[in-house]
């Protein structure tokens, strides 16, 4: 108590610039005399940033049938190809307002942004549903990317709501229910597509899910997006508003931080706020072997529910939506057990570049395994493909969790929502190209699938164990530098 106390105190000090009514000061006074886990703030980061991740990747069950329905691809090996563009179109257009969505949350707060993307799920992911063609899926995938810029300003939000001893819980908790949300959005996806064909004592093929026979799944996540719109309404605030003396406000708590920690690293964690973001090495090397990561996972949710949805013939598991769907709810269960109890203690430990380093080779040997899976049938090919399902995505989340560790702890507060909004645009790029790469690769597969070197399914996974091997080598130096805190 009597620490908390001085603490409040010391805040409340003019020196340190403390106002009553400063959003970001009531943060700062919050995490001084309560130093504990912030619970209530990680829920709302926790079904925000579901929210926002839902809508990315819930399609790519239903997208091959989808995409046979618009009745633009001649032939059944070319549907692959424009399918990987409608999933490139939400990531193409996130890279292109990354920027300004970070920027906008750094100058006008957090709240606002999270509040405006939260709205375009709501809208765009509907109207994605009722798409009739190719191009209306096109372009409401691109104004939904361009309209969410939901991310960057969270990962930004959930190491600002929290001491520096919980922000690798802060993180984890981001990239899980990102990862979760990247699972469970192609189950719902999964089960939940072409219901009147499915469940045809539930909805006949004359109402409205049944003409419009993938607007089910896109309806359910716009429902629970306008929920956590409604629950967003009592996000706190974490920026410092202070009128024309703002600036000095971030100096004040570096201060703060220093007689706390009784350290001289003031003049380095001042550093990366006086120079470029694009010079500050730490921050855009994480970002560069982020964002090679963010490109091999992106193109494999793409590759691996086209290729488990595809005939045996072309060296698929012929399952449906709904086995896909299930695989993907087992997935995001396991994803969900190993970030929330092993990934904080294991990073602790072991360090986020260790462990980004082994997930990378762990992912490599999982991967070359894949073609061999497809030789299965039965009760031995559901076990090995949960397995592997689970421990994909595992390996995948912890890779990404320890690269935001590396990006947030490389720049201060006032210019850390521009930081993710570099990181997000960049990474959006890399994963605009991911499907459409990836859509492509696939459908070029299914045509050498009788070729004596590396035919098929070996091909893909191949390619996508090669950007693996080149993040992986990006990980060490001299490429990667860590922040002064590292």
Request: with cysteine; glycine share 8%.
């Amino acid at each position: 108590m009597a620490d908390d106390s001085i603490a409040e105190g010391l805040l409340k000090e003019e020196k340190f610039g403390y106002h009553e009514s400063c959003p970001g000061c009531r943060i700062e006074l919050l995490k001084e005399t309560n130093r504990g886990v912030p619970y209530k703030l990680f829920f709302y980061v926790w079904i925000i940033v579901l929210c926002a991740a839902l809508p990315i990747s819930s399609l790519f069950p239903f997208l091959y049938f989808m995409i046979k329905d618009f009745r633009i691809a001649k032939r059944e090996e070319d549907i692959g190809f424009y399918a990987g563009y409608v999933g490139s179109a939400f990531m193409f257009g996130r890279a292109l307002t990354s920027v300004p969505w970070g920027m906008v949350a750094d100058k006008y707060g957090r709240k606002p942004v999270i509040l405006v993307g939260l709205i375009a799920v709501v809208l765009f992911n509907t109207l994605f549903g009722l798409s009739t063609n190719f191009w209306m899926a096109i372009a409401t995938r691109f104004l939904l990317g361009s309209l969410c810029g939901i991310l960057g300003p969270m990962r930004a939000y959930a190491s600002e709501v929290c001491r520096k001893e919980y922000q690798a819980l802060a993180m984890s908790i981001i990239s899980t229910s990102w990862g979760i949300g990247l699972v469970i959005g192609p189950a719902v996806g999964g089960f939940l597509a072409q219901p009147a064909e499915k469940f045809p004592h539930i909805f006949s093929k004359e109402s409205i899910f049944g003409r419009f026979p993938y607007l089910l799944p896109c309806l359910l996540i716009s429902i629970f997006a306008l929920c956590v719109l409604a629950v967003a309404c009592w996000l706190p605030e974490t920026i410092h508003n202070h009128g024309e003396n703002s600036e000095e406000v971030y100096k004040s708590y570096e201060t703060l931080e220093e007689s706390r920690n009784e350290s001289n690293a003031t003049e380095e964690s001042e550093k990366p706020a006086k120079q470029s973001l694009l010079r500050n090495w730490p921050l855009m090397s994480s970002i560069i072997v982020y964002c090679v990561f963010q490109l091999h996972d992106m193109a494999y949710a793409e590759i691996f529910s086209l290729w488990a949805i595809s005939p045996r013939k072309f060296g698929g598991l012929s399952y449906t939506t709904a086995d896909v769907g299930e695989v993907l709810a087992v997935s995001g269960l396991g994803l969900l057990l190993f970030q929330l109890f092993m990934y904080p203690p294991v990073e602790r430990t072991f360090g986020s570049v260790t462990i980004s380093r082994v997930g990378a080779v762990l992912s490599i040997l999982l991967l070359t395994s894949y073609p061999f899976i497809a030789k299965l049938t039965g009760i031995g090919l559901a076990l090995l493909i949960n397995f592997a399902s689970i421990s994909k995505n595992v390996l995948s989340v912890s890779i990404t969790t320890g690269l935001f560790l590396l990006q947030n702890r490389a720049v201060t507060q006032e210019r850390r929502g521009a930081a993710n909004g570099i990181s997000l645009a960049a990474m959006s790029l890399f994963k605009a190209v991911g499907p459409a790469t990836g859509g492509s690769l696939f459908s070029w597969a299914e045509k050498r699938r009788h070729a004596s070197f590396l035919p098929g399914g070996h091909m893909v996974f191949f390619v996508l164990n090669l950007i693996e091997l080149l993040g992986l080598l990006l990980t060490f130096k001299p490429f990667l530098a860590l922040p002064n805190d590292n």
